[in-house]
């Protein structure tokens, strides 16, 4: 039906005997997404999804002369990370951007003018489908997420990005749910390091964004001596090829660079049920950011904020999203409570009831499944009784010998593998940053005493005195004090 309905639009290609039948349900598909808790690559899943067409030129006939953002960073590899905060940004056209990437003459006067195409690489991320193309919204059903079990998902909540050569997102780890992503045209390498990795990889909320660690380690380049640990941290590689789809667990840290001369990929962030906890602890970070941090005199604060989040917020709108976060996790509570009474009532159900009105969200897996804990770097009872094979790959830790100074790459393609080893206002309520798992039905947020369902919400209001008196609790203090002390040896 799928190849019928877009045959007047899409030259569907013919496929041998046999191969036009997906290897996973759409049921089986999901259940792997919900056990895995390593990264893993799916083949042969999307082959027939209309957004595999979404090349240069299509996307430029979409967008028919709309201006879009493109982050710009240089080619050179420094040991330091390139954050968002440290490069240039221009608007730009699709056309011009192709134009430049290409290294014509006639984009000397364009907006690219002041970079040289053979030092700079461009970036168009986090890009939201139902933004750019608002007015195209038959796009959407380009984008079929249904396949992986999640019915109804497709790119409406999903996520556009266009590179060159060389465009790079720095290390870090997504906050908040999983992550599932197609590779459309071009090759990605992505450098993933598990939850545990975490020490090895020097976090960092500065530059500040909601739902982003950032590592403070350039992985590709690391100074080991700077961060000498990053020795002990186990890297998983794979180049991502059009047409597969790498699934990311929750808390993973990666690295992507694209290393072909155009690349496009789509991703959906998929929430998780250990969100409710985790928006908390981003409520926490986001006022303590922005209250120490806009204390600063103006001329030495530097830019500390990322772009995606286009302002620093007051004390008094953070702290009542901090008391609507915790409104909603005492709800969410409140709600398994129940679940667990009446358990004919299925959890699955629920929490896709709930989830379906957001922009970044579709229905997770059971709560205490999804704890940072539960992630090893072995493999689990589950994962071993996962089949990989030529259809689902899994992404496996580079040696132990290059994971410091380099990489061993896991290269696929659709059938087979090659290799064995190898953001944006506050909230994310406005989608002008990474996409938000919050959205419509957690609006409350900003005013969490609206509602007359919340747990015991009168008792529960959170003050700036509450919050300083957790902070500088005597443990905690000692904590931050040793934290301090081992920065200032490194």
């Not at 036009?20 to 089986?28: C, G, H, L, S």
Request: aromatic residues 10%.
């Amino acid at each position: 039906m799928r190849a019928v309905r877009n045959a007047a639009r899409w030259h569907v290609e013919q496929r041998p005997a046999g191969e036009d039948v997906k290897p996973f349900t759409p049921e089986k598909a999901k259940a792997i997404v919900m056990s895995l808790q390593q990264p893993a690559v799916f083949c042969n899943m999307a082959f027939d999804w209309p957004a595999l067409r979404w090349n240069p030129k299509y996307l430029s006939e979409m967008l028919d002369g709309k201006t879009i953002q493109f982050r710009l960073g240089m080619k050179k590899m420094d040991a330091a990370p390139q954050f968002e905060t440290e490069c240039s940004y221009v608007h730009a056209t699709l056309e011009e951007f192709l134009a430049w990437s290409s290294g014509l003459s006639s984009c000397f006067s364009g907006p690219f003018s002041c970079y040289d195409s053979c030092k700079y690489w461009a970036y168009a991320d986090y890009k939201y489908i139902a933004k750019i193309f608002e007015d195209k919204t038959e796009i959407f059903q380009d984008v079929i997420w249904s396949d992986f079990g999640f019915p109804g998902r497709n790119g409406r909540e999903s996520t556009l990005w266009i590179g060159s050569v060389g465009a790079n997102t720095p290390c870090h780890l997504d906050s908040y749910g999983c992550n599932l992503v197609l590779q459309v045209q071009g090759r990605k390498r992505w450098h993933l390091f598990p939850p545990s990795d975490a020490c090895f990889l020097y976090p960092t909320r500065i530059p500040y964004e909601e739902s982003s660690v950032f590592s403070k380690v350039s992985v590709v380049n690391p100074d080991l001596k700077r961060f000498p640990l990053f020795k002990k941290a186990k890297a998983h590689v794979v180049t991502l090829s059009p047409g597969q789809v790498l699934f990311v667990p929750r808390h993973w840290w990666h690295y992507v660079e694209s290393i072909d001369p155009i690349t496009i990929s789509i991703n959906s962030w998929i929430e998780l049920d250990a969100d409710h906890e985790a928006r908390v602890e981003e409520a926490i970070t986001r006022t303590l950011v922005c209250a120490i941090k806009s204390a600063e005199h103006p001329d030495s604060a530097g830019a500390w904020l990322n772009p995606t989040e286009v302002e620093a917020t007051s004390h008094e709108i953070n702290l009542r999203y901090l008391n609507g976060a915790m409104s909603a996790y005492l709800e969410y509570q409140k709600a398994g409570v129940l679940q667990h009474r009446y358990p004919s009532r299925h959890r699955t159900e629920r929490t896709m009831s709930a989830s379906c009105k957001r922009r970044k969200t579709q229905v997770m897996a059971e709560p205490e499944d999804n704890k940072e804990a539960d992630f090893p770097t072995g493999k689990t009872e589950e994962e071993q009784k996962i089949l990989f094979g030529p259809h689902l790959i899994q992404v496996l830790p580079a040696s132990q010998e290059t994971s410091s100074t380099g990489v061993r790459v896991v290269e696929s393609d659709h059938r087979e593998l090659i290799g064995k080893n190898e953001r944006g206002h506050f909230g994310k309520l406005h989608c002008t940053g990474k996409q938000s798992i919050m959205s419509n039905d957690y609006e409350t947020l900003a005013d969490p005493m609206r509602s007359d369902t919340s747990a015991n919400s009168s008792q529960t209001a959170i003050s700036t005195n509450d919050l300083l008196d957790c902070l500088v609790n005597p443990q905690v203090i000692s904590l931050v004090t040793h934290l301090l002390l081992e920065k200032a040896r490194v």
